[in-house]
């Protein structure tokens, strides 16, 4: 059995390796970009994780040449600032829909004062993993003293003498030997003992917080049968545009009751910007925390809207063609292309009539379309 670590840096390898310290033979792989060569060589599922965002490590094990994904891991030492935790939420969904647990690592409190974490944030983890029927737990950053404490030679990695980063590995440990034990895999990793006892102990953790609208400033929570009347209070269009586009709407929106509206009004453009962090995964936490009901995206008993109010980003001309549809276009797609630029460009054709542009459009792009049922601007309307 080889035990492959997947990662883009490999400082976070060496930082793994050195933490499990275990007979496990470890071999690093460096996540490939979407249209390279080695990309067409993952299999399905580890594509799947990547389909949303990079996780910083994927634990991997191969048997007779074919590698299977068991384990992502988030490590995350920011500063406090708001919906921080929430940002890299989407990592954590994409490997929960594909049945591969995660272990999210983030601190607790920096110099004396709370860290932006709340146990409602536990209530989150548990909600995807109960969906998913598979667990995804925090681990905090190891710390003395409300001092967030580094690896030596490890920047921006936790202390591994901390009785934190201990459980963690043993945890992980007793993951692989359990899944060794199973030559079929037909079995759940909750059937692993100490992950059920770990996600016992975080449901615990939960202390009653959880997720609410009234307390999100940004969020509005409407009647779906409302929303032709929003649309014409807010949007720059003729009523027969608006009333066609209601008509034209999926049943699975129109018939949901309730309607989540994520409206952030910034000073700046954000909708691309910084990667569109931390909106991206807000909306990611938000389907999970109030919408979802099934493993599905489509099984949601509450939609999901995005609207962003600053005035760049309100109008699909200004911003969405230009930053976003437009520019994937001018720069990224091979298809406008009538021949084969170089070696290269085999690979990319070949990617994107298998999957699309499903992997290697940006990230806000890939999140909006596939977290929101609509997009909503002045102008117009996207629906997914």
């Not at 459980?167 to 692993?192: A, G, P, R």
């Not at 807010?234 to 989540?260: A, F, G």
């Not at 909006?368 to 049922?373: A, E, H, I, V």
Request: charge should be positive; glycine fraction near 4%.
């Amino acid at each position: 059995m080889e035990i492959v670590v997947r990662t883009e840096n490999e400082l976070n390898f060496n930082w793994f390796k050195k933490g499990i310290s275990s007979d496990f033979n470890f071999t690093f792989e460096k996540i490939p970009n979407p249209g390279d060569p080695k990309f067409l060589n993952l299999p399905e599922k580890l594509k799947n994780i990547l389909r949303l965002d990079k996780p910083d490590l994927i634990i991997s094990k191969k048997n007779e040449n074919i590698e299977r994904p068991i384990l992502c891991i988030e490590i995350t030492k920011s500063k406090p600032a708001s919906q921080h935790i929430e940002q890299r939420i989407p990592r954590i969904i994409a490997a929960a829909e594909s049945d591969v647990c995660s272990i999210y690592i983030c601190p607790k409190k920096i110099d004396g004062y709370t860290y932006k974490f709340n146990p409602k944030h536990y209530d989150l983890l548990n909600k995807i993993s109960s969906i998913n029927k598979i667990p995804s737990v925090f681990f905090h950053y190891s710390n003395s003293n409300d001092i967030l404490l580094d690896e030596d030679g490890f920047p921006g990695l936790p202390k591994l003498l901390h009785p934190n980063m201990s459980e963690m590995f043993d945890l992980i440990k007793d993951y692989i030997n359990h899944d060794q034990n199973f030559e079929n895999h037909d079995y759940k990793v909750f059937d692993c003992q100490s992950w059920k006892i770990k996600f016992e102990k975080q449901k615990n953790d939960t202390e009653g917080k959880i997720y609410k609208i009234e307390d999100l400033p940004t969020c509005k929570l409407i009647n779906t049968s409302q929303l032709k009347n929003y649309l014409e209070g807010y949007q720059d269009l003729n009523i027969n545009w608006i009333n066609k586009t209601v008509e034209n709407l999926p049943s699975r929106i129109s018939s949901r009751e309730k309607t989540l509206i994520l409206q952030p009004e910034t000073k700046s453009s954000r909708l691309f910007a910084h990667a569109a962090d931390p909106y991206v995964g807000m909306l990611g936490s938000f389907d999970y925390a109030f919408c979802r009901v099934g493993r599905n995206v489509e099984e949601r008993k509450i939609n999901l809207v995005f609207m962003p109010l600053n005035s760049e980003d309100a109008q699909i001309k200004k911003v969405m063609g230009p930053k976003g549809y437009q520019k994937y276009y001018d720069v990224n797609c091979p298809f406008k292309s009538s021949e084969l630029e170089n070696y290269q460009s085999q690979f990319k054709i070949s990617h994107h009539l298998q999957y699309g542009c499903t992997y290697t459009k940006n990230k806000p792009l890939r999140i909006y379309g596939y977290f929101c049922d609509m997009m909503i601007f002045k102008d117009g309307v996207l629906i997914f």
